[in-house]
Nanobody, 122 residues
Framework: QLQFVESGGGLVQPGGSLRLSCAAS????????IAWFRQAPGQEREGVSC???????NYADSVKGRFTISRDNAKNMLYLQMNSLKPEDTAVYYC????????????????WGKGTLVTVSS
């Protein structure tokens, strides 16, 4: 009944754009910090971006100016607009949600999607 499902991944050329979506069902994203993480082969999972219940955002230095996180509480969805993609952005991207009042750390996230693969290659 509880689901958190990413979509929008795929193959894109360097410099291109993708928009990832994450749909929640069985629980509400309202009042939660929600975030995108990613994991490249052989690498630890890292935080990409986080957005608070009030819309305050933060970004990893590696994606600042290129990625934009947003949320639609009415639709219970989370988005990540990715522009100017680079090969080093290639990873499995995960959406995640924290309990109310929590921060944006990976260890604090309660709900996780199964991931969607983004491959940036020519």
């Amino acid at each position: 009944q509880l689901q958190f499902v990413e979509s929008g991944g795929g193959l894109v050329q360097p410099g291109g754009s993708l928009r990832l979506s994450c749909a929640a069902s069985g629980f509400t994203l309202n009042y939660r910090n929600i975030a995108w993480f990613r994991q490249a082969p052989g690498q630890e999972r890292e935080g990409v971006s986080c957005i608070s219940s009030r819309g305050v955002t933060n970004y990893a230095d590696s994606v600042k100016g290129r990625f934009t996180i947003s949320r639609d509480n009415a639709k219970n969805m989370l988005y990540l607009q990715m522009n100017s993609l680079k090969p080093e952005d290639t990873a499995v991207y995960y959406c995640a949600a924290a309990p109310r009042g929590s921060g944006c750390s990976s260890s604090g996230m309660t709900y996780w999607g199964k991931g969607t693969l983004v491959t940036v290659s020519s």
